[in-house]
T-cell receptor
Framework: GAGVSQSPSNKVTEKGKDVELRCDPI?????LYWYRQRLGQGLEFLIY????????KSGLPSDRFSAERTGESVSTLTIQRTQQEDSAVYLC????????????FGPGTRLTVL | SQKIEQNSEALNIQEGKTATLTCNYT??????LQWYRQDPGRGPVFLLL?????KEKRKERLKVTFDTTLKQSLFHITASQPADSATYLC????????????FGQGTILTVHP
């Protein structure tokens, strides 16, 4: 497929466990973004990767959250010692290099922390 | 502090009418403003982009205006259809935050047949 894919689509975990979420961007897109969307709310920016530049981590809510990206391909978002307030849909998006270009979103991973 | 507000959580209109959604912002100097559509259980889908030096953009039944003096964008859907029912999100790209989009909370539009 040509779109952004994310896995898993759903993840249920127990409080205190670590989780890893994966994003496969559109081939050729140098920019990759992670967002969090709580129920009934807008998207909250988490982190932004652009090529080989240092990522913009200004939206990460705590040091329990981290993300990596391998070159211009797959990215993983890791949440350590999950808390119930981490329950949300985590959305990944990618775009071309140009500033202001539209972002193409994946379907999201719904995370539930019990 | 920086703030983006979309005028209402929910908007209900009759089929065939024009839907008008509002996005207001404070303490931003946006270089770009984008509108996205989000259907339940799915990621947002890009609709339109308007730059700070543009007043209006159109695409088929969609029209976006951008008033940097009022700090407001209006999003219009003309001849609305039940299939237009979705959540609509505005998003700002600040000129000082390369690539980082900040989203409003969204407006749920329902078009009744």
């Amino acid at each position: 497929g040509a779109g952004v894919s994310q896995s898993p689509s759903n993840k249920v975990t127990e409080k205190g466990k670590d989780v890893e979420l994966r994003c496969d961007p559109i081939s050729g897109h140098t920019a990759l973004y992670w967002y969090r969307q709580r129920l009934g709310q807008g998207l909250e920016f988490l982190i932004y990767f652009q090529g080989n530049s240092a990522p913009d981590k200004s939206g990460l809510p705590s040091d329990r959250f981290s993300a990596e990206r391998t070159g211009e391909s797959v990215s993983t978002l890791t949440i350590q010692r999950t808390q119930q307030e981490d329950s949300a849909v985590y959305l990944c998006a990618s775009s071309t290099h140009a500033v202001g270009d539209e972002q193409f979103f994946g379907p999201g991973t719904r995370l539930t922390v019990l | 502090s920086q703030k983006i507000e979309q005028n209402s959580e929910a908007l209900n209109i009759q089929e065939g009418k024009t839907a008008t959604l509002t996005c207001n912002y404070t303490n931003y100097s946006p270089a770009y403003l984008q509108w996205y559509r989000q259907d339940p259980g799915r990621g947002p889908v890009f609709l339109l982009l308007i730059r700070e030096n543009e007043k209006e953009k159109r695409k088929e039944r969609l029209k976006v205006t951008f008033d940097t003096t009022l700090k407001q964008s209006l999003f219009h859907i003309t001849a609305s259809q039940p299939a237009d029912s979705a959540t609509y999100l505005c998003a700002l790209l600040s000129g000082t935050s390369y690539g980082k989009l900040t989203f409003g909370q969204g407006t749920i539009l329902t078009v009744h047949p």
